[in-house]
């Protein structure tokens, strides 16, 4: 935020008349005049936020009136990042928030759709499994286009995957049968997931040490608006057996997003710097954060991809009751994830982890076995306490490997992550089909929550407060 110890006097104005030196915005004037019975003190500023300045107008505007923050210390209002923000930092992550919405409705929408899409092909719940394995399994699909960011740069291969993301996604309304519906998310999801890691990585090396865990929290919640845009076209399938089609023609409207980023997306200062291409992955690194995201997933993902089928099957919701359900109980993770991110990068990022996994894995367990307002509460409670551990859990993906390996690591360790929700959903699927309940099948894939809980407590090291260089040394080319 702009303050009196780093704006200037601008030359040929009035002695008392300010602008900015650096910050977040795109101008800014502060003028105060006194006179002999008043002082006017008049501040006027345009953000630089792209998409998003709305939701930081109010804030900000309430700061400046209020001059709400230390311009000694340096001391941040409690909603901004720990680090001030220059202008080019304020529009990249603008924009990539922009991005983020658009790999969360696409990598939603299988997900969200599947089990309506199921029901008019008369797919069983193994059947409806097996699909969204293979969707994952496309992962191989992101590979390259992580491996070529850390080559031919990040700006070049997010615009790729803005592009054909939504493009392929959107296939899926012409799909003839179930096994075609899951071709074509099988690679249109990818492109979205290599975007989503393209946009962490360019966070992550873009943000100052202080701030990137919150500004991945930044993009988990324009990730929770993305994701809550295709839950909120569920009751489109409401339309006919079919409705679900016009989901995946909603995907189209992103092409937008890719437009804007084609126009205003800078390469990331860090990634423009002279560095080693590929060197050798740290492989005690990639091997725990990996099985961390391997283990964690055994239990995410089952647990997100069965809630509709359950909440349609056993708690009888109705399209619009779960599309409701869902912002009900997943809206307040967004306030999780500030919180979260702020924590993470004041206090750190082990013991947030350590804390929260716990508690929001047990009440997502709860919430798959108990109906009426428990069933509610779990999952608020779990959306909310799983929305601050995400920060510090995804901020390890990307801050502990070099700049000419960083895409790299990110596609592999989101490989993990989805070959353990691969496992998740068959084992869960085949227990459905066998008869057990919810609660137990999802309550045993909890024990990968367990795992990946003791590899942070005993392998995980503290990264907050440090620069990238300072956690990945290495020689300048």
Not at 6 to 25: I, K, L, Y
Not at 54 to 81: C, K, S, Y
Not at 241 to 266: E, F, K, N, Q, T
Not at 329 to 352: E, S, Y
Request: charge should be positive.
């Amino acid at each position: 935020m702009p303050r009196n110890d780093f704006v200037s006097e601008r030359a040929g104005d009035a002695p008392n008349t300010f602008v900015q030196r650096d910050g977040p915005f795109t101008s800014y004037e502060r003028v105060v005049e006194t006179d002999a019975t008043t002082i006017r003190d008049t501040t006027s500023y345009r953000l630089i936020i792209p998409w998003f300045s709305w939701l930081f107008a109010w804030p900000v505007r309430r700061t400046l009136r209020r001059r709400e923050f230390n311009g000694q210390t340096g001391i941040q209002p409690w909603w901004a990042p720990p680090d001030r923000l220059d202008q080019r930092q304020a529009l990249l992550l603008g924009l990539l928030a922009a991005a983020a919405m658009t790999a969360a409705y696409t990598n939603t929408l299988f997900t969200q759709t599947a089990n309506y899409a199921a029901k008019d092909f008369d797919v069983g719940k193994f059947g409806q499994g097996i699909g969204g394995v293979v969707v994952r399994i496309g992962v191989v699909c992101a590979l390259p286009i992580a491996f070529m960011a850390d080559r031919v740069g990040r700006r070049r291969m997010i615009l790729l995957a803005a592009w054909l993301a939504p493009i392929i996604s959107s296939l899926g309304a012409l799909a003839p049968s179930f096994p075609a519906l899951v071709g074509t998310q099988a690679v249109g999801r990818p492109m979205g997931l290599a975007l989503d890691l393209l946009v962490g990585v360019a966070a992550t090396e873009e943000m100052p040490k202080n701030s990137r865990a919150y500004a991945l929290s930044v993009l988990a919640m324009a990730s929770g608006l993305g994701a809550g845009i295709a839950v909120g076209g569920l009751p489109l399938v409401r339309v006919g057996d079919s409705g679900w089609r016009l989901v995946y023609l909603l995907a189209l409207i992103w092409l937008i997003v890719a437009v804007d980023l084609r126009r205003r997306l800078p390469e990331t200062r860090r990634f423009e710097r002279p560095h080693i291409t590929a060197p050798p992955l740290h492989k005690a690194r990639l091997a725990q954060i990996a099985g961390v995201s391997f283990f964690a997933n055994l239990f995410v993902a089952p647990a997100s991809f069965f809630q509709n089928r359950y909440l349609d099957e056993v708690r009888g919701l109705s399209p619009a009751e779960v599309t409701i359900f869902t912002f009900a109980t997943a809206t307040p993770a967004a306030l999780g994830f500030v919180v979260g991110g702020k924590i993470a990068d004041v206090q750190g990022r082990r013991r947030l982890l350590v804390t929260a996994l716990p508690i929001s894995t047990a009440l997502l367990v709860w919430s798959f076995s108990v109906g009426g307002a428990g069933l509610w509460l779990g999952a608020f409670g779990a959306g909310f306490i799983g929305g601050i551990a995400y920060p510090a859990f995804a901020v390890y993906r990307t801050e502990m490997f070099p700049t000419g390996n960083r895409g790299r690591a990110a596609g592999l360790i989101t490989t993990a992550a989805l070959v353990g929700g691969s496992i998740g959903l068959l084992v869960v699927g085949r227990l459905l089909d066998r008869g057990w309940s919810y609660g137990s099948a999802i309550g045993l894939m909890a024990l990968g929550e367990v795992v990946a809980i003791v590899i942070v407590l005993t392998r995980y090291p503290e990264t907050a407060h440090k620069d990238l260089d300072e956690l990945n040394p290495e020689p300048v080319p």
